[in-house]
């Protein structure tokens, strides 16, 4: 190949493995991590080797769509034998700190009774002892905080378990995410490098920058009966490229799902990164990362869930991202992992955490967290933030998936940043019961019929009324509708006419042109512009 410099093709995927499965950020955290290959990935594994034509049939059926089967045809039971083996093997710390959370579940249960819990730390598992404070709330509900960034550092975190899947991309279609590992095939190369390695910005790079084949290999250790293979995800031809935003005003544009770019001349802001890929023919016009600037000057990430939080998206962006705004949590309760310890341990540089109602500001940008409720199926998680972003006079607010319950706590935060010019909502409002994320992460059984009542929803047309009603937005649109096809693989959502979301939000939609306000629900791409200096 000599001194030929070479361009990563468009569509490679750079896709990020945790133990084979698809990373995402309860598998990074050692705690969740933990109940996830337990209470999930083996769980799984187990089901499919159990009876791996009920996993085929149940692929099949679109009411399973998202559900705990493996879509592999039911043809794949010696290599889950073999992951299986592996998983129990690498994980072995993994699985007893599983063992030991429940322990001591069990063990707060019996002997926490409102006494002091200084006694009981002799009975704290041993591998648990010192990662973990006893106590107890004002009800004397016993309960632990775990020390997650002493946890990061101990054998229960495993950036051996950590891999990078290289492949192309020609369609939407993939198996939902959290229920069907990457096994090996044909067209897909391992790289077993952990998420933190230098290497991954260097091949991102070469999307727009070209560079030496030869170099990445040797950078990303790609062995030479690897070479073939690898070197079909480069061409020499270059792809379009940016053009660096130069109007005087603010531009948004919708890159599908909650991600959202404004970019004024000077700065710019991306929010909830979930993007597709360019170089192959899609049913639905999208922007690609090759509709991003060469510098992000802010992340933000709104919360802690896989279709809003995206490593696929996220890691390969990593080498140009200046700051990533995360909402903060320090609450050490195992369904609320930290995210800036997620970011750091994955590479990320200048990760801010912000609380809620703190400002950041820069140029004539304020960005503002504002309290977000709900979607967390009542569960105590506090990383999750609603961002007021105003350019001057002009503002935006994203509501993301925060549902209303209250109106109040609106009309006290109306106090404060007043009206705002346009409304970005979520209006998933059927979502997934609380077992669909969270069930790994319990230590007993929850009845049915109390799952199903705490679910995973976003806003419906009553609480997105009541937020125009005290916001009174000139625009609204509802977004984070996980309806894109790149979503699928995700979201596993797919919506018709007659799905309640879809019915709420026309309704919201309707009720906002009745009252003279620009309303719509996003889907592929949008581009607005936004004068800020009036
Ligand atoms: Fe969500």
């Given at each position: 190949m000599g001194n030929r410099t070479f361009f990563l093709k468009p569509n490679v995927v750079i896709e990020p493995l945790i133990d084979r499965w698809y990373a995402w950020s309860h598998l990074v955290s050692p705690a969740t991590a933990a109940m996830n290959i337990v209470?999930?990935?083996?769980?799984?594994?187990?089901?499919?080797?159990?009876?791996?034509?009920?996993?085929?049939?149940?692929?099949?059926?679109?009411?399973?769509?998202?559900?705990?089967?493996?879509?592999?045809?039911?043809?794949?039971?010696e290599d889950i034998k073999r992951l299986k083996e592996d998983t129990i093997k690498n994980r072995v710390k993994?699985?007893?700190?599983?063992?030991?959370?429940?322990?001591?579940?069990?063990?707060?249960?019996?002997?926490?009774?409102?006494?002091?819990?200084?006694?009981?730390?002799?009975?704290v598992p041993n591998i648990l002892k010192g990662y973990v404070e006893l106590v107890y709330d004002l009800n004397n509900n016993p309960s632990y905080r775990l020390f997650e960034s002493l946890l990061y550092k101990s054998e229960f975190y495993n950036e051996s378990s950590q891999s990078?899947?290289?492949?192309?991309?020609?369609?939407?279609?993939?198996?939902?995410?959290?229920?069907?590992?990457?096994?090996?095939?044909?067209?897909?190369?391992?790289?077993?490098?952990?998420?933190?390695?230098?290497?991954?910005?260097?091949?991102?790079?070469?999307?727009?920058?070209?560079?030496?084949i030869?170099?990445?290999?040797?950078?990303?250790?790609?062995?030479?009966?690897?070479?073939?293979?690898?070197?079909?995800?480069?061409?020499?031809?270059?792809?379009?490229?940016?053009r660096k935003y130069e109007g005087e005003k603010a531009r948004m544009r919708y890159f599908g799902h909650a991600c959202i770019l404004i970019e004024t001349k000077d700065v710019n802001v991306l929010l909830d990164p979930v993007i597709s890929y360019y170089g192959y023919e899609s049913t639905v016009s999208h922007f690609s990362d090759f509709d991003l600037p060469n510098i992000i000057d802010y992340v933000i990430i709104t919360h802690n869930h896989q279709d809003h939080i995206l490593f696929e998206t996220l890691l390969p962006l990593r080498h140009k991202i200046k700051n990533i705004v995360v909402p903060i949590t320090t609450s050490g309760a195992l369904q609320d992992p930290n995210l800036k310890l997620v970011f750091k341990n994955m590479g990320f540089q200048n990760v801010i955490e912000m609380d809620e109602m703190e400002e950041i500001k820069f140029d004539n940008i304020t960005i503002t967290a504002i309290p977000f409720t709900g979607e967390h199926s009542d569960l105590n998680v506090k990383a999750k933030a609603c961002?007021?972003?105003?350019?001057?006079?002009?503002?935006?607010l994203f509501v993301a998936d925060s549902r209303v319950m209250e109106p109040m706590l609106y009309t006290h935060i109306h106090k404060i940043i007043g009206n705002i010019d346009v409304l970005f909502l979520g209006m998933e409002c059927d979502g997934a019961p609380l077992s669909w994320l969270y069930g790994p992460l319990l230590t007993e059984d929850l009845a049915r019929d109390k799952d199903q009542s705490r679910r995973l929803s976003g806003?419906?047309?009553?609480?997105?009324?009541?937020?125009?009603?005290?916001?009174?937005?000139?625009?609204?649109?509802?977004?984070?509708?996980?309806?894109?096809?790149?979503?699928?693989?995700?979201?596993?959502?797919?919506?018709?006419?007659?799905?309640?979301?879809?019915?709420?939000?026309?309704?919201?939609?309707?009720?906002?042109?009745?009252?003279?306000?620009?309303?719509?629900?996003?889907?592929?791409?949008?581009?607005?512009?936004?004068?800020?200096?009036?």
């Open positions: 209470g999930r990935h083996l769980k799984i594994m187990n089901s499919y080797l159990q009876a791996p034509q009920i996993h085929a049939a149940a692929i099949k059926n679109p009411k399973m769509l998202g559900g705990p089967f493996m879509d592999y045809n039911g043809s794949k039971v993994s699985i007893e700190l599983h063992s030991a959370i429940v322990e001591l579940d069990k063990m707060l249960k019996t002997y926490a009774k409102g006494y002091s819990l200084e006694p009981l730390y002799e009975r990078i899947a290289l492949w192309v991309t020609n369609n939407d279609s993939r198996p939902f995410c959290l229920s069907t590992p990457r096994l090996n095939s044909p067209e897909v190369l391992h790289l077993n490098i952990p998420f933190n390695h230098k290497g991954i910005d260097d091949l991102s790079r070469m999307k727009r920058n070209p560079d030496s030869d170099r990445l290999a040797n950078i990303l250790g790609v062995s030479s009966d690897e070479r073939t293979l690898f070197d079909t995800f480069f061409t020499e031809e270059q792809s379009p490229s940016y961002f007021h972003i105003s350019i001057k006079e002009f503002s935006f806003s419906d047309f009553t609480g997105g009324m009541n937020l125009i009603e005290i916001f009174k937005p000139k625009e609204v649109y509802v977004y984070a509708m996980g309806q894109e096809p790149w979503l699928e693989f995700i979201s596993s959502i797919k919506y018709t006419e007659e799905s309640n979301p879809i019915i709420q939000s026309n309704r919201l939609i309707q009720e906002c042109h009745k009252r003279n306000i620009l309303a719509e629900r996003l889907f592929g791409e949008k581009e607005l512009f936004y004068n800020y200096n009036n």
